[in-house]
C-alpha cells in the first residue's frame, strides 16, 4: 500500500518492546503457566518504551545512540520482523532492510538462489529478477561465489551480497544498520554512492551508523535513542550535539 500523498510513509505510535534477559536461565513452572497475563517477568525489561515518530516520504533519517539502546530493534520493528509488545507501526510500502550480517538470507542456499528468492519475496517477478540479476552479482564482486552455500561466504562477502539485492527492490524504504562497516573500504564507498542515488530517486532511508560523518552526509533528521527512549527527534546535527553531550568521548 503506497502513502496517500501528503501523508507520512512511517507513523509509529507508542512503540514498546519488552525482552526477557537471561533467557537461557532456568525457568519455574510457575513462570510456563502464568502466560501473557503476568505483566513482568522477572528478568523483563523494555528495550524501546514510548516511541512515537512520523516520516515523510524521501526523508533520511540517523539513528543514534550506545550500544544495546534498542536502534537495531527499532529498525526491526519498521521492518516488520518484530511486533511491539505496545504501540504500533504503520508503514506505507515495502520495506528493504540490510539489519542484520546475513541479511536474512537462508544459509544453506547458494548466493544465486538467496538472490532469486529475496528479490522474488519483495515482489520482483522471474523475468525482473533475471533483468536485475548480473548487475546485482557485479555490484557484490559475487561471481566466483554463486554456487556456494550462503553461510559459506566471509562475512564481508555476505554483507556485499545483502546490500547489492537490497539496493536493488523497488521497495520505498531502505533500512541500514551498522552492517556496512564490514565490508572494505571500496565496497563502502560504492555503497554510499548507490545510497545517494537511492535517495535522489525520493527513497526514505534509515541509517544507524556511530559515524558522525556517514550521519551528516546521509541524514537531515535524526533520532536519539538512549536507555530505550527517544530522547531527541531533530535535525541530525542537533541530535549528535546532544548524543556528545551527554556521552563525552
Ligand atoms: N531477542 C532478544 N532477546 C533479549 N534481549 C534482546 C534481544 N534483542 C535485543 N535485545 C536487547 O535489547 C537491547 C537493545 O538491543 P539493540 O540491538 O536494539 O541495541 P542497539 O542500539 O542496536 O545496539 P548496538 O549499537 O550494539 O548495535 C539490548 O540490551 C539487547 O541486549
Known amino acids: 500500500m503506497s502513502a496517500p500523498a501528503g501523508a507520512p510513509i512511517i507513523v509509529a505510535s507508542g512503540l514498546g518492546v519488552r525482552?526477557?534477559?537471561?533467557?537461557?536461565?532456568?525457568?519455574s513452572f510457575k513462570d510456563l503457566f502464568a502466560g501473557r497475563s503476568r505483566r513482568s517477568l522477572p528478568g523483563e525489561f523494555w528495550a524501546l518504551r514510548n516511541i512515537s515518530f512520523s516520516v515523510d516520504p524521501g526523508e533520511a533519517i540517523?539513528?543514534?545512540?550506545r550500544n544495546g539502546q534498542g536502534k537495531s530493534t527499532l529498525l526491526k520493528l519498521v521492518a516488520g520482523v518484530l511486533l511491539p509488545d505496545e504501540g504500533e507501526v504503520a508503514v506505507h510500502g515495502g520495506v528493504a532492510p540490510?539489519?542484520?550480517?546475513?541479511?536474512g538470507f537462508v544459509g544453506d542456499l547458494t548466493v544465486r538462489?538467496?538472490?532469486?528468492?529475496?528479490?522474488?519475496?519483495h515482489g520482483l517477478d522471474k523475468k525482473e529478477i533475471a533483468r536485475r540479476f548480473d548487475s546485482i552479482i557485479d555490484f557484490a564482486g559475487a561471481d566466483d561465489v554463486l554456487d556456494t552455500p550462503y553461510k559459506h561466504l566471509s562475512s564481508g562477502m555476505k554483507v556485499r551480497v545483502a546490500f547489492a539485492v537490497i539496493s536493488q527492490l523497488d521497495e520505498?524504504?531502505?533500512?541500514?544498520?551498522e552492517v556496512l562497516a564490514v565490508g572494505d573500504k571500496a565496497f563502502r564507498n560504492k555503497c554510499y554512492r548507490r545510497i545517494e542515488e537511492l535517495l535522489a530517486e525520493g527513497k526514505t532511508l534509515f541509517l544507524v551508523s556511530h559515524n558522525e560523518r556517514d550521519l551528516k552526509r546521509f541524514c537531515a533528521r535524526g533520532l536519539y535513542l538512549d536507555r530505550g527512549e527517544l530522547k531527541l527527534d531533530g535535525p541530525i546535527d542537533d541530535v549528535i550535539a546532544r548524543y556528545n553531550e551527554d556521552h563525552p568521548a
Not at 538467496?114 to 522474488?120: D, H, Q, S
Not at 520505498?172 to 544498520?177: A, C, E, G, I, S
Open 19 to 27: 525482552f526477557r534477559r537471561n533467557r537461557g536461565s532456568r525457568r
Open 62 to 65: 540517523g539513528v543514534v545512540g
Open 98 to 103: 540490510l539489519i542484520e550480517i546475513t541479511g
Open 113 to 121: 538462489d538467496n538472490v532469486n528468492l529475496t528479490a522474488g519475496l
Open 172 to 177: 520505498p524504504v531502505l533500512l541500514v544498520d
